[in-house]
């Protein structure tokens, strides 16, 4: 019987009924896995990195996007006085600065836990988009709101392989 070549499909070529049996056995108690042996031999080592040097960057970007949201929840968390005078200048009741200070707390948390990355990505951006509106009906500037948010959303996308897999930007 010929060698099969290093990349042909097992099922491709006669096998005897030993390496059958085996094959069989090895499906059966979930051994043969080929999507595991497809990972590992797509990986090279001049992609990994430029993927490690992505992903460092977008932890940079996600960590300074978390110390802000850290700091401006905090401060809302414990009512401290320049966040009170912000907040009800811009029309936010006093007696909801705290609530709205603990939601963007336990999203920053969602954001900072990687199972939990994603949801807390979409909830920072719901935050981000009422303080947008907030901002618009007070005549202020939004950039920065914007900004944070596209920073959020970059910071994730670079840190989160399979995020940059599920939307791949093409060349």
């Known amino acids: 019987m010929a060698q099969m070549p290093p990349n042909t499909a097992v099922f491709t070529q006669r096998l005897p009924l030993r390496h059958l049996l085996v ?9 043969y896995k080929p999507e595991e042996i497809m990972e590992a031999t797509f990986v090279t080592q001049d992609t990994k990195p430029r993927t490690d ?3 460092i960057i977008g932890k940079i970007i996600s960590i300074l996007c978390i110390l802000f ?19 009800v200048a811009l029309g936010w009741p006093a007696d909801q600065v705290q609530s709205i200070g603990i939601a963007l707390l336990v999203s920053t948390i969602l954001y900072i836990i990687p199972r939990t990355a994603i949801l807390g990505a979409i909830l920072i951006t719901g935050y981000l988009g009422g303080a947008i509106a907030v901002m618009v009906m ?3 500037s939004l ?8 920073l959020v959303w970059a ?17």
């Open 143 to 150: 950039s920065f709101a914007a900004t944070l948010g596209v």
């Open 69 to 87: 949201l850290l700091v401006d929840a905090v401060m809302k968390v414990i009512e401290h006085p320049l966040s009170m005078e912000g907040s």
């Open 23 to 31: 094959l069989y056995h090895s499906i059966k108690q979930n051994l």
């Open 155 to 171: 910071g994730m996308y670079l840190r989160d392989a399979q995020l940059r897999a599920m939307i791949p930007f093409r060349k």
């Open 53 to 55: 040097k992505v992903a």
């Open 138 to 140: 007070a005549k202020q």
